[in-house]
């Protein structure tokens, strides 16, 4: 399973981001996506993760303002990120879990101006 991460970038507090994230080879072994970020000096923590039949589960800094959504059809992930705060500021990660293994994709920088 290969999970490539999209739409990182820069945007003022308060600004909105999309991230996507595309999962391609044996993806029906997929049961769990999520997103996760890490700040420099820290470990990953978990943001958000969605199973394969919709249950969602946030982070308790990112309720409200976060909403994740799965496309089980064509295989994609999406984090719609409103009201940034410059906490939020981080590399994010997209993750799939399948019975076997974790797979993780190569990050995301967002970046969110005070």
């Known amino acids: 399973v290969q999970l490539v991460e999209s739409g990182g970038g820069l945007v003022q507090a308060g600004g909105s981001l999309r991230l996507s994230c595309a999962a391609s080879?044996?993806?029906?072994?997929?049961?769990?996506m999520g997103w996760y970020r890490r700040t420099p000096g820290k470990q990953r923590v978990l943001v958000a993760d969605?199973?394969?039949?919709?249950?969602?589960n946030y982070a308790d800094s990112v309720k409200g303002r976060f909403t994740i959504s799965r496309d089980n059809t064509n295989n994609t992930m999406d984090l719609q990120m409103n009201s940034l705060k410059p906490e939020d500021t981080a590399v994010y990660y997209c993750?799939?879990?399948?019975?076997?293994?974790?797979?993780w994709g190569q990050g995301t920088q967002v970046t969110v101006s005070s």
């Open positions: 080879g044996s993806t029906t072994s997929i049961n769990i």
């Open positions: 993750k799939g879990e399948s019975w076997v293994r974790d797979y």
């Open positions: 969605i199973t394969s039949s919709g249950r969602t």
